[in-house]
Every structure is written in structure tokens, then in C-alpha cells.
């Protein structure tokens, strides 16, 4: 192959001459962009300063709740209003730079080597990587360019060399990725889908591994490097690669591949080995990686460095839209779980009330009637004893009333406290299951609900307190004795039958104890129903029941205030997407076509989603057009004014419209359930995505 380096070189200085224009437009728009995005985010902060307030000085009577959920939106509140700050930043170190170029590899994959090739070095810093020397990002000029060596990914207790790697890729415009043709790894793959991530487009490039010795012949060491370059066994190892992009949900068969031996490349440029420096340099192919990436820069490279400013503000806000739609869906998952157990406890509470009181009912009227059977045989022994309350007295402890009282309010007490156990056993159970740890590096939030509190809840009293009986089963049964005496006394002036009076007496004295005792159980129901409801009602039952109101209203407040900030963001977001496809429009010659555009819907470095009024079409040529410009796939949804039909048409054929049930709150459409999101594939979950982006909708189980 002939190569025209002088052409190239001059296309390429043409090319970056132009990207400065591209580049401070892409400046101005993602600047804007920005702007408008810290006025969003002030006017959504004064909005939670006001919730905080109002919160902080609210009636909720669990203190831990209200400071659970003011902290969540205090966090909320400062992630958010850092992160123009942050995108400020970034935009500018963007401003100042030339054409950037980094270069990304696994330790040992020949990164210094390349390096060392680029700048026509002695090869100092090769082999160095092992002693993970390359920890600093080092930076070259080539060929005006800018090339980022970063250090090597997938290292162990590589970290903190990964973040600064990736530090290093927000801020390229082009990658090199660099592979070995070893058997190729996940987390070089998992490095990959990292960078794709960012919207960066990238060459990878396979480094085939042939070493040379001292005194090996160059016959020898040339047939090693042709057998170990032959095209079938390359693109086999390619091919291995790029179905890891599978489990990403993305098509990496797109992606440039280059193969190289980067060895032979930077021997021909030694002094001793200048005898062989053409046949090196010719099956090293590094001629052929360096025209990919001059045409690559000379053909896209204006619109990457437009791109490059406005994904590294695109970026960080769909990772916020979606932060927020996550957890705002989980929170609205876990305030239903606690609908539904609150419902349960207060119909188990509304019935035990019920099934207590008639319980209480046939026990007293059972115990009375155990004592009116014993009254006429009372009134026999004792009508004219004045010491009939002690005898009394006796009857009644004979009977065990305040242990049989007690007995049956601890009974009734224990049931409470088992049913109280069982609920927050649920409670805890449930919100476990359905509660996905949230760790996003830039917004994490606690969660509001502790399982903990709910047994807490379950258990602040005792079961102490009811041992009441005493309070008014002993009654004031001197008095009868009294009466006795008196009517004895009395009847002897008055009576001359002593029969008759002894009846008489007899007879008072029963109907003074039936009298009594109705009164004992007219007092021992009052006061058993007045412990029911005081001590397990009121105090253990209904208090848990205010506590999950309290704490189902934090939810749903917390979840509303997400989700409509997460509309706002999306706001921004559909107004940079569209940015972003009317320039790639007018870079690839189809200016005019984003007219036919009602939305945009976008993952960076993965896919994009129009919404197209019904009857607009895009010509075949500029969806092929658009997808290899933008290196994302391309797909078309058209705009029924139908959430399930956007819905059924953005997720695709892994998802069928009856899967699909739209919850709707105060008469707007705010969740979309899918019964089968388990069951969907890594493609399929992308393209859900791009739906939740396109109708605003938490998407969720």
C-alpha cells in the first residue's frame, strides 16, 4: 500500500486548523447550555430550601423520619449545585486544549512503546510499566496533536490509576484503545464500555506480542511476526473482543480495529537496526494505523471536538436523570410496600379492636355469672354477719379475678406485640428486597427508610400495666353488713315473723350483690376496654400506624421532588440531544432534516432515539450517515401522543404492549410498569432507557 504522507499531513493541518472553529462553537453551545442549567438547578434548590423548612417545622412526631428526609434533600441539594461548578471546569480545560488523543491499555500492552514510537524516543520508558512508573498522565505533541499516556487499566490495586485514566478520557476527543493478541480480557472490555460511555469515538488497535532476542536472526524473528499477524487469526481474536459488547447491549462490530506490531515499528527507528528499518516498518503495518488515524481526525475530527464539549456536559446530566428516575422509582416502590402493610395493620387493628371488645364482653358476663351462682348460698350463710365483706372478700379472691383479668389483657397484649412483629418482619423483609444499594459516584443519597425503625416502633412499651383489677374489684362490701344489722334491728319492732324476716334480710342482701356485682362488670368492662385502647390501641397500635404515615408521606414526597427534578434535567438534556443531531446533520450535508424532530433521546457512545412526527421519514443514507458520525446506533420512534405505544415502540420487540400498565398520579401518567423487565436483555434495558428519557416515565417492576 502507497501511502501519501505529505497529503495526509496536509489535510490533517487543514482539518485541525478547522477543529478550533468546531471547537469554540461546541464551547458556546455547552457554555450556554450550562447557564441554563444552573438557573434550572437554582430555582429547583430554593425549592427543596423551601421543603427543608418546611419539614424541620412540620408536626411529624418521629423526629428520625423528618431528619432522614431533610438530610436526603439537603444531599440532593448540594450534589446538584456542584455539578455546573464541575462542568464550568471541565469546559474550559476543554477550551485550552488542542486536538487530544489518549491512549489507553493494560499494563504491559505496549503503550510506552508506542509512545516511544511517536516521538522517535531511545525507548526509556518501555518496560516500565510493570513497576507502574506510568501512574502520571504523561502528554506529547504528534503531528499538532495532543496524546494523553495514561496509566495502564485493569492493573492490580489499579484504582486509582482507572480514575485518573478516565479523568484523562473525558477530556479526548479521540481514543486508542489498545488490545494484545492474547485471549482478551473482561475488564478491558468492562474499560472499553467505560469509555464508550463517554461518547468518545475510538480506534482499537491489536498489538501482536513477538519479542525479539539478541541474536536471533531476522529471517527468524520476521516469520514469528508474519505468523503471528496473519489476518485470520487477528480477526478471530477481534472477533472475541467484540462480543463482550453483547452483555453491554451494544454492537461493537462497528468499531475500527487496527493490527499492529509496535515492537518492529520501534526497532526501525533504532541506529542498529537500520539494515532492516524499511522491512521492519513495513510488517510492524504502524504506516497503516497512523493513515486510520489521520483520516479519522481529517473526515470527523471537527465534529469531535464540537462533540467533545457538549458530551462532557451531556454525560453527567443523564447520569443525574437517571440517578434521579432510579431512585425516585424505588422510593415510590418501597411508599407502596408501605401502603399495603399500613392498610394491613389498620384492618388487623380495626378488627382486633372489635374481636377484643367482644372477648372482653363474654368474659365478664361469664364471670359474673361464676358469681351470681354463688350469691344465694352467700346470702344463706351470711345475712345477718357483719363481717360479710371479709367473707366476701373471700369469694372473690376464691375466683381469681385480677389474674384472670390480667391473664386475658396480657393475652390480648401479645397478640398485639405478635402482630406488630410480623408487620415489621415484613416491612423489613420487603424493603430489603426491593431496595437496590444506590452508589453513584457523584449523587449519593441515604436511604430515608430504616427496617430498624420498625421494630423500634413495635416494641417502645412493655408489656407492664395491666395488672388492674385491683383498681375496682374490691368493693366497698361493709356497707351490706351495715345494712344487715340495721334491718335486723329495725325488723324487730316492725315484724313479728322472724321467717319473714330473714327472708326479707336474705333477699336485700342478694339483690345488694347482684346489684353489685353488675356494677363490677359494667366497671371491669370500662376499664378493661379503656386498657385495650389506651395501652395497646392508642399507645402501641395506632402510633405505628401514624409512624407509617409519616413515613410513606416522606416517601412519596422525597420521590415527587426526584422525579420532578429529574424533568427538568431531562428538559436540558432533549435541548442538547437535539443540539447535537442538528449539528451532525449539517456536518454530514442533511442540514434542514431536524425540523421533522419532536425529541431526542440519547446514550452517549451507544445509541440515540429520535421522535419523529407520524408521516416523517429520514432517508436510509443518513440514519448510516448519522450512526457512523456519532458512532452510536440509530433508531426512530414515531410520536403517537401514546405513552404505552412510544413506550412499546422505544423498547422494541422485547417487549409487548400488554407487558406494559401506566400508573397515573393526580391524572398524570408518572410510572410505567413492565412485568417483564426482569427478563430483559442488556439491548433491550438500552433501549428502556432511551424510552424513560423520551416520556418522562420511572420505569420500573
Keep these: 500500500m502507497i501511502l501519501n504522507k505529505d497529503a495526509d499531513d496536509s489535510n490533517l493541518e487543514t482539518a485541525l486548523k478547522e477543529s478550533k472553529a468546531y471547537a469554540n462553537r461546541g464551547y458556546k453551545l455547552s457554555n450556554d447550555a450550562v447557564k441554563l442549567l444552573k438557573n434550572t438547578i437554582q430555582t429547583v434548590s430554593s425549592k427543596i430550601e423551601g421543603d427543608i423548612f418546611s419539614l424541620e417545622h412540620s408536626n411529624i412526631n418521629d423526629s428520625d423520619i423528618a431528619k432522614g428526609l431533610a438530610n436526603q434533600l439537603r444531599s440532593i441539594k448540594y450534589s446538584f449545585e456542584q455539578m455546573p461548578q464541575h462542568l464550568d471546569t471541565d469546559l474550559k480545560i476543554l477550551s485550552k486544549a488542542n486536538f487530544s488523543i489518549t491512549l489507553f491499555g493494560r499494563t504491559m500492552a505496549g503503550k510506552s512503546t508506542m509512545m516511544e ?4 524516543g531511545n525507548g526509556g520508558s518501555i518496560g516500565k510499566g510493570a513497576q507502574r512508573t506510568t501512574r502520571d498522565v504523561r502528554t506529547y505533541s504528534y503531528k499538532n496533536m495532543t496524546v494523553t499516556d495514561v496509566p495502564g487499566i485493569a492493573a492490580f490495586e489499579g484504582e486509582e490509576d482507572e480514575t485518573v485514566a478516565f479523568e484523562a478520557a473525558k477530556k479526548s476527543d479521540l481514543i486508542l484503545f489498545l488490545l494484545t493478541d492474547d485471549a482478551p480480557q473482561a475488564s478491558e472490555a468492562e474499560c472499553l464500555n467505560k469509555i464508550l460511555r463517554l461518547g468518545k469515538p475510538v480506534i482499537c488497535i491489536i498489538n501482536a506480542k513477538v519479542n525479539i532476542d539478541v541474536g536471533t536472526s531476522f529471517k527468524m524473528f520476521s516469520r514469528d511476526i508474519e505468523k503471528k499477524m496473519k489476518l485470520e487469526r487477528l480477526e478471530a481474536i477481534k472477533a472475541q473482543f467484540v462480543d463482550f459488547g453483547v452483555q453491554y447491549g451494544q454492537s461493537w462490530n462497528n468499531l475500527r480495529f487496527v493490527y499492529v506490531h509496535l515492537k518492529s515499528a520501534y526497532l526501525a527507528q533504532q541506529p542498529n537496526c537500520k539494515e532492516h528499518s524499511e522491512d521492519l516498518q513495513r510488517i510492524s503495518r504502524f504506516d497503516y494505523l497512523e493513515k486510520v488515524i489521520v483520516e479519522e481526525v481529517v473526515k470527523n475530527g471537527r465534529f469531535y471536538k464540537l462533540k467533545s464539549f457538549t458530551d462532557v456536559v451531556i454525560v453527567p446530566i443523564i447520569d443525574a436523570f437517571e440517578s434521579l428516575c432510579k ?11 408501605l401502603v399495603l402493610k399500613r392498610k394491613k395493620l389498620k384492618k388487623w387493628t380495626d378488627d382486633f379492636r372489635e374481636d377484643s371488645q367482644k ?25 345477718d354477719n357483719s363481717n360479710a365483706d371479709t367473707k366476701w372478700k373471700a369469694v372473690l379472691d376464691k375466683h381469681h379475678i385480677e389474674s384472670r383479668v390480667s391473664e386475658l389483657l396480657k393475652e390480648l ?5 405478635t402482630e406488630l412483629r410480623e408487620i415489621c418482619r415484613e416491612i423489613n423483609f420487603e424493603l430489603k428486597f426491593s431496595y437496590t444499594n444506590f ?4 449523587i449519593k443519597m441515604p436511604f430515608i427508610f430504616d427496617g430498624k425503625r420498625a421494630w423500634n416502633w413495635a416494641t417502645i412499651l412493655t408489656s407492664g400495666g395491666l395488672m388492674i ?21 329495725l325488723g324487730s319492732f316492725l315484724f313479728s315473723d322472724r321467717e319473714e324476716k330473714i327472708r326479707d334480710a336474705r333477699r336485700k342482701l342478694e339483690n345488694k350483690l347482684y346489684s353489685y356485682l353488675d356494677n363490677m362488670g359494667k366497671k371491669l368492662t370500662t376499664n378493661m376496654n379503656k386498657v385495650l385502647n389506651d395501652e ?16 410513606i408521606n416522606s416517601v412519596f414526597t422525597l420521590s415527587e421532588i426526584q422525579w420532578n427534578f429529574s424533568k427538568s434535567l431531562n428538559g436540558k438534556l432533549a435541548e442538547m440531544n437535539k443540539m447535537v443531531v442538528t449539528e451532525a446533520l449539517a456536518y454530514t450535508g442533511y442540514e434542514g432534516l431536524e425540523w421533522h424532530i419532536s425529541n431526542v433521546a440519547r446514550i452517549p457512545g451507544n445509541a440515540i432515539m429520535i421522535l419523529l412526527e407520524i408521516g416523517k421519514r429520514f432517508p436510509d443514507d443518513t440514519r448510516r ?3 457512523y458520525l456519532l458512532k452510536e446506533q440509530v433508531w426512530f420512534v414515531f410520536n403517537t401522543n401514546n405513552p404505552i405505544s412510544i413506550l412499546s415502540q422505544a423498547i422494541g420487540k422485547g417487549c409487548q404492549k400488554e407487558d406494559i400498565r401506566i400508573q397515573y398520579i393526580n391524572d398524570q401518567p408518572r410510572i410505567a410498569h413492565i412485568a417483564t423487565l426482569d427478563e430483559l436483555d442488556s439491548k433491550t434495558l438500552n433501549r428502556m432507557r432511551l424510552a424513560q428519557q423520551l416520556t418522562e416515565l420511572l420505569i420500573m417492576k
Excluded: M
Design 536 to 551: 395497646l390501641i392508642n399507645k402501641r397500635l395506632e402510633p405505628t400506624i401514624v409512624a407509617l404515615d409519616e413515613t
Design 625 to 627: 450517515d448519522l450512526s
Design 439 to 442: 452508589t453513584d459516584k457523584s
Design 469 to 489: 383489677a385491683s383498681l375496682f374489684v374490691s368493693g366497698p362490701i361493709g356497707w351490706i353488713g351495715v345494712a344487715v344489722g340495721f334491718v335486723g334491728w
Design 413 to 417: 397484649a401479645n397478640e398485639c406485640e
Design 327 to 337: 431512585q425516585s422509582s424505588e422510593n415510590s416502590e418501597q411508599g407502596s410496600v
Design 359 to 383: 372477648r372482653i364482653d363474654v368474659f365478664i358476663k361469664s364471670l359474673v355469672g361464676e358469681l351470681k351462682r354463688e350469691v344465694a348460698s352467700f346470702a344463706e350463710d351470711n345475712y
Design 117 to 120: 514510537i511517536l516521538t522517535h
